[in-house]
């Protein structure tokens, strides 16, 4: 993943390569059929309370945050891939209240197209503030 400037928070929480097999596309005959996606964030969090005290509570739990992305990712489908990804990040900033800022990319692997091309995503940046 490529290194971002320093966003909202210094902390990051990291989330790599999350896969699932959803049914998303332009086209009906798209999400007839189902692809397999790719799904990378960053999530800005304070971490400071929960480095001095070593409880999850004090942090934002990753397993929740990937449960979530998968849950919204397979729940509905989406035309477009900016639907879906606008979707993911409303979720996790309505959830999970510590996280200040959340990069994320979402790739659809091996789409339909007419060339060869190993996926295509899209990244976006949202902020509570």
């Known amino acids: 993943m490529e290194q971002l400037g320093q966003l909202d928070a210094p ?3 990291l989330i790599q390569g999350l896969e699932f097999y959803a049914y998303h596309g332009a086209s ?3 999400q007839a059929v189902g692809h397999r996606y790719l799904v990378d964030a960053r999530l ?3 971490t400071r309370p929960a ?3 070593d409880h999850l ?4 739990s990753y397993s929740k945050v990937a449960r979530r992305i998968v ?3 397979t729940g509905t489908s989406y035309r477009l891939l900016e639907a879906l990804a606008a979707q993911i990040t409303d979720t996790v900033l309505a959830e999970f209240v510590p ?4 990069w994320l990319r979402v790739q ?3 789409p339909p197209m007419n060339a060869i091309v190993a996926s295509v995503g899209i990244e976006i940046t949202r902020s509570r503030y």
């Open 11 to 13: 902390d990051v929480i």
């Open 28 to 30: 009906d005959q798209e």
């Open 57 to 60: 509570a004090d942090t934002v």
């Open 44 to 46: 800005n969090v304070d």
């Open 99 to 102: 996280v200040c800022t959340i």
């Open 108 to 110: 659809k692997i091996c």
């Open 71 to 73: 849950e919204v990712g």
């Open 51 to 53: 480095g001095a005290s």
